[in-house]
């Protein structure tokens, strides 16, 4: 895989693997409901802050142009999961990472891996709308324009923001501040600047807890449209929402220790959302979903 076209020389993008079992096959091995096209993989992910070890050996497949969504009680983890799939933790001095987190078979985590160019192939949208503070043109054309993307970029922009169906209520006016949006055409244009730098995957960190019910709505249809293109990862408190737009849907749960009271989260049961929320194998999934904890 070649980096994408830039105006400076980086260190190369990826470390290929060879000669290791993917997180897919020794999934399968153990009889989990994997999707057939693999995107990215986590494999014994553990993560650490200082001493505190927030997530506990998880696995989990992610399925090209399907939506996965991680639901669970607040603490458990499904956040840090997230941020783990494209190196946000890296930002954070006391994060320690261990396991394989993978991207088409490549590990994210290797040494000449560029974490820059990981975020731009998998881009991150954050729980509040957090437009720049410049125009709704600027606002696109940012990130494109960072990384030295070839085009006309009048056509980058345009066409990001066709793609979250904001093109015809902005398009009159590119040039006024974003902020003068409404939270939910904010939020779209946050997804439309995520992909501009044209990445394969998405990650959405409660992308609706802060909007209106209409907004929520119309995020929620767009998701359903960007998987046609993108594959998406999604964390939401909203069980209605992860049963109405995802594919397979990851449940996690987290475990105090009785010595620090600490919550660690781990995975307890991953499938199709439809078995999940229908026929549950674990009770602690069942009773999440019926609301009977958390």
């Known amino acids: 895989m070649e980096p994408a076209s830039t105006t400076s020389t980086r260190a190369p993008v990826i470390e290929p693997l060879t000669g290791v079992e993917t997180a897919a096959e020794r ?26 070890h927030a997530v506990h050996d998880v696995n989990l497949s992610f399925g090209r142009n399907e939506i996965t969504a991680l639901i669970g009680p607040s603490g458990c983890g499904k956040s840090t999961v997230l941020r783990c799939l494209n190196r946000m933790n890296d930002l954070i001095p006391s994060a320690r990472v261990e396991g394989e987190v993978t991207y088409d078979g490549i590990d994210i985590y290797g040494r000449a891996v560029d974490p820059i160019e990981v975020r731009r192939r998998i881009g991150m949208v954050f729980q509040k709308p957090n437009p720049f503070p410049k125009s709704i043109y600027d606002n696109i054309a940012y990130g494109p324009k960072i990384i030295g993307m070839d085009g006309d970029m009048d056509h980058i922009v345009e066409r990001a923001l ?60 767009l998701m359903v449209e960007l998987k046609e293109r993108y594959s998406i990862v999604i964390v939401t408190h909203n069980m209605q929402q992860a049963a109405r737009v995802s594919d397979r849907t990851a449940f996690f749960t987290a475990s105090p220790d009785e010595t620090t009271g600490n919550r ?10 439809a078995r999940i929320f229908t026929n549950p194998v674990d009770k602690r999934t069942e009773d999440y979903i019926s609301g009977r904890f958390g």
């Open 27 to 52: 999934a399968r091995h153990r009889g989990l409901p994997d999707p057939a096209d693999v995107v990215m993989e986590c494999l014994g992910l553990n993560v650490f802050y200082g001493s505190f």
């Open 162 to 221: 066709r793609v979250t169906a904001l093109w015809d209520e902005v398009k009159d006016r590119l040039d006024d501040n974003a902020y003068g949006l409404s939270g939910g055409q904010q939020q779209r244009l946050c997804i439309a600047r995520c992909i501009a730098v044209s990445p394969d995957v998405i990650l959405m960190d409660e992308p609706c807890s802060a909007l209106d019910p209409v907004s929520t709505s119309r995020i929620e249809d």
């Open 264 to 273: 660690t989260g781990m995975l307890v049961e991953y499938d199709k959302t």
